[in-house]
């Protein structure tokens, strides 16, 4: 340290009476957000990944994401990257309110910091989950070339890694697949108790997309009359949004809105496969 950086430290200490220390001690290191976007497409839970265009991982499959500006906090960085990459605006999680139209649930999942994890630099990821009704497909954004939907199970193949048709299989990049594991089990443990599922929903849904949703979630197929049962049974749990549709087929079914209540009480226990 010069001189000059020494006074400054010791005015800093009698200031704000902090421990004095070296900042050029602590090595540099950059954050990142990382995306878990899920949605159901054709029945089956799937998640939004990108070819990665440059070193390193080069022409591996990735999750979504990018580095914090030195101007932003996380929560931004996390909406923008999600913007970038999907169009979608997010909403509060806190306020439980979607935004109309396009509004994606997001939520703060865990941070990843293993100092080999980025052979850049030192990386610590900030990892965020993200739900979404039904998408339409992804566009490629930033250095990707390429981005597509692609089913969660085929994504966490532990053997052969994930391929399309004309690739050689290849795990995800980074530790993409530890992150994305992690956020699959978050929504399926959530929607146990939660109102999470409404978030994979449009504004108005039937109890039978709603159940479709869990099952596409959890892998499993559910008692329709039991499902009924549960999630018209907690006061204010679902709405009905005074309306019918066919859509599915079959006689008019009643549509509903999520409701105020956020907890499902008793909680639909996820079954044992």
Not at 98 to 115: K, S, V
Not at 125 to 145: E, I, M, N, T, Y
Not at 159 to 185: M, S, T
Request: proline share 10%; aromatic share 6%; charged share 20%.
């Amino acid at each position: 340290m010069t001189a000059r950086d020494v006074f400054i430290v010791r005015q800093t200490t009698m200031i704000t009476g902090m421990s004095p220390y070296d900042p050029s001690a602590f090595p540099p290191f950059a954050v990142t957000v990382d995306l878990v976007v899920l949605t159901v497409r054709r029945h089956a839970l799937c998640a939004l990944v990108v070819r990665r265009g440059e070193p390193p991982f080069q022409g591996r499959w990735a999750l979504p994401g990018g580095f914090v500006r030195a101007d932003e906090d996380l929560s931004a960085a996390a909406a923008r990257e999600l913007a970038e990459e999907t169009g979608l605006s997010a909403h509060d999680p806190v306020a439980g309110v979607p935004l109309p139209g396009n509004g994606a649930h997001l939520e703060q999942l865990a941070t990843y910091g293993d100092p080999k994890r980025d052979p850049r630099m030192r990386v610590v990821s900030v990892a965020h989950l993200v739900l979404a009704p039904d998408l339409p497909a992804p566009r490629a954004g930033g250095d990707a070339k390429g981005a597509r939907w692609a089913p969660v199970e085929a994504l966490l193949d532990q053997e052969g890694g994930f391929a399309r048709d004309d690739e050689q299989p290849a795990p995800l990049a980074f530790d993409h697949a530890q992150i994305l594991a992690d956020g699959v089990e978050r929504a399926r443990s959530k929607i146990e108790y939660s109102s999470l599922a409404t978030a994979f929903c449009p504004p108005e849904f039937t109890v039978g997309e709603l159940r479709r949703v869990y099952e596409a979630v959890w892998g499993v197929a559910l008692d329709p009359r039991n499902f009924h049962r549960k999630v018209t049974g907690t006061p204010g749990f679902l709405v009905p949004a005074g309306g019918t549709t066919t859509r599915q087929g079959g006689r008019p079914a009643q549509l509903f809105r999520a409701g105020t209540a956020t907890l499902l009480n008793p909680p639909m226990l996820r079954p044992e496969v």
